[in-house]
């Protein structure tokens, strides 16, 4: 209930939805996501939420991409939520417009999420970003000599319908309430990848800093 709480009042707090809105949420199948799609299945009613999920499988991890994917249809169709799942092969995007992996990835899942939430006539695009994604940001922005906006970090909401509704709950918060609650989800292998910068603050600069 304090989870839900929080969450509620985040919404509230930067009028993140109004009543009868569709909700496109990105869900991979991770933790983040996974308590993104029950909290505000269980917040929707309050709203009169038209839910649904979006989920890329981005071809990066073979099997695991199409058991993330398996997992992601299996919870849609447990709670009969319409569920929109697109196929692309990021590497070969990579490849083709010159990008990092992690910006290869950040713009087809983006595009994938704003061209469905166009088609099917969803108001807003909800993702699981909370308080220490956005602290994670702020410290590659820093380490990457960025200026004023990139150290500013995630926002609540932006101007392109994406909403954050967990920002102000912590990843120790969310694992709690997954367990609290029993809730499965599963876990991407890439994040232990100590090749990307963003798991080298995850995991190493981070706890030196605590």
Same mark, same amino acid.
């Given at each position: =209930?304090?989870?839900?709480? $929080?969450?509620?009042? !985040?919404?509230? @707090? ?15 199948? +991770? #933790? ?12 929707? #009613? ?12 981005? &071809? ?12 992601? !249809?299996?919870? @849609?169709?447990?709670? /009969?939520? %319409?569920?929109?799942? /697109? =196929? ?27 061209? !469905? ?8 695009? @909800? ?7 956005? @602290? /994670? ?7 990457? +000599?960025? +200026? %004023?906006?990139?150290?500013? +970090? ?10 954050? %509704? ?6 120790? /918060? ?5 367990? !609290? &609650? ?18 080298? $603050? ?9």
């Amino acid at each position: =209930k304090r989870i839900l709480r $929080i969450v509620d009042q !985040t919404l509230r @707090a930067h009028s993140m939805i109004q009543n009868g809105d569709g909700v496109l949420m990105g869900v991979s199948g +991770g #933790p983040d996501s996974v308590a993104l799609f029950h909290i505000l299945r269980a917040l929707g #009613p309050r709203y009169g939420l038209r839910l649904a999920i979006a989920h890329l499988n981005h &071809c990066l991890r073979a099997n695991e991409s199409d058991r993330d994917q398996a997992f992601v !249809t299996a919870l @849609a169709k447990q709670f /009969e939520i %319409p569920i929109y799942v /697109e =196929k692309q092969d990021v590497r070969r995007f990579q490849k083709n417009h010159h990008l990092s992996l992690e910006e290869a990835g950040h713009q087809v899942r983006y595009r994938f999420y704003h061209r !469905t939430a166009t088609q099917h006539g969803y108001h807003k695009i @909800a993702l699981g970003h909370h308080a220490d994604d956005n @602290a /994670e940001l702020v410290l590659m922005s820093m380490l990457r +000599g960025s +200026g %004023p906006l990139g150290l500013s +970090g995630m926002p609540a909401v932006r101007s392109d319908n994406i909403i954050r %509704p967990l920002i102000n709950l912590r990843r120790s /918060e969310i694992l709690e309430y997954l367990a !609290t &609650c029993n809730l499965d989800y599963v876990m991407d292998s890439s994040n232990r990848d100590l090749r990307f910068l963003r798991n080298q $603050i995850r995991n190493r600069l981070i706890p030196d800093l605590q």
